[in-house]
């Protein structure tokens, strides 16, 4: 298999609304040491990207400035060092960008095989919400089976892979979510208690869950991606040595907070973003991918919600539905 000089891509033309994603004509990438160059077919959708576009997410140095952070294809080309895949093999991998083209270069540690009697849809829809959950839920909050867990944005891509994977390894799971109907996808996702926050206070259901629970009530583990007013009521409602995790600020990265609770009580505050993690993390975090939840992936346990598919010179449209908020689970962008 061997790439064209040029490909079709879609580029951030200036900082700005959807309308600035425009596809055009460009050279391709070619890999360096460790790197692999991947024929996309399929590419996520995920909300660092609405933010780059916007210019408040700028890529890390020596990232392509292209969006697109997951996607799924065959190699098409290896770079010095590559043993571990071949030319056609099929996978889907975290990129540091460039996602949303016909080629794209990624770390060869940073692709994952296909899941048994998976498309490339359905794959380009795992890496970035698999990555960023098992890293924070599991590698660094450390959530147990038996411990109860919180996911503000259950019906977001992030939302629905946290749901099934807490629940395939047994811990229980609250969720928040701003439509009935979204809370029904999380019900039948697996979560034990799903809270309209639009239809009253998630505080006070989300204590009344925790109430009558052996142990004593509270909370063991949230994952919030919401944060500004959501953060003092959250840490309120962990227990001794609770975790919060922080992800992302769609309501703001400020908040009065009473630090007293963490003392008391123990509490760990977590924070990080996955893209300027460094390649040699990020291989880490797929090694436990591999060896923990592929074979979820396999077996049909677990699986990826996708809500639409658009292609590739339809991105601008892609990006007005995530950002209305409307979709439940992962958007994505096939490419021809």
């Known amino acids: 298999m061997s790439a064209p000089a040029q490909m079709t891509a879609v580029e951030i033309t200036e900082p700005g609304g959807p309308e600035v994603l425009i596809a055009g004509r460009m050279a391709t990438p070619s890999p360096g040491p460790g790197e692999v160059l991947v024929r996309v077919h399929a ?30 294809g065959e190699v098409a080309a290896l770079g010095d060092g590559v043993q571990s895949l071949q030319i056609g093999d099929k996978v889907c991998a975290l990129t540091p960008g460039g996602g949303y083209a016909e080629y794209c270069v990624t770390p060869a540690d940073h692709c994952l095989r296909l899941p048994e009697g998976y498309d490339m849809v359905r794959a380009a829809a795992l890496p970035e919400t698999f990555f960023t959950v098992y890293y924070n839920v599991f ?3 450390k959530l147990t089976a038996g411990e109860r867990f919180l996911v503000h944005g259950g019906s977001s891509g992030i939302g629905t892979t946290a749901i099934q994977l807490a629940k395939a390894f047994g811990a229980q799971v609250a969720v928040t979510a701003g439509t009935n109907d979204k809370c029904r996808t999380c019900l039948e996702l697996g ?15 989300a204590k009344a869950w925790t109430k009558d629970m052996a142990g004593g009530p509270g909370l063991d583990v949230i994952l919030d991606m919401v944060a500004g007013p959501y953060i003092d009521p959250g840490l309120r409602l962990l227990r001794r040595d ?27 505050i977590l924070g ?53 908020s409307d979709h439940i689970g992962k958007i994505i962008l096939t490419v021809a």
């Open 43 to 72: 590419a996520g959708v995920n909300r660092p990207d609405v933010s780059q576009r916007a210019g408040s997410y700028p890529p890390p140095p020596g990232a392509s400035p292209l969006p697109g952070l997951e996607i799924a």
């Open 139 to 141: 590698m660094r909050a």
């Open 242 to 268: 609770g975790r919060y995790a922080f992800i992302a600020f769609l309501k703001g990265p400020k908040a009065e907070v009473d630090f007293t609770r963490v003392l008391i009580n123990r509490l760990t």
């Open 191 to 205: 979560a034990d208690l799903a809270i309209n926050y639009r239809d009253g206070d998630w505080v006070e259901q």
């Open 272 to 324: 990080s973003t996955l893209r300027p993690q460094t390649v040699a993390e990020k291989a880490a975090i797929a090694d436990n991918l591999r060896r923990d939840v592929w074979p979820l992936l396999d077996s049909g346990k677990i699986a990826p919600v996708i809500h639409k598919t658009f292609p590739l010179a339809d991105a601008a449209d892609a990006h007005r539905l995530m950002e209305s």
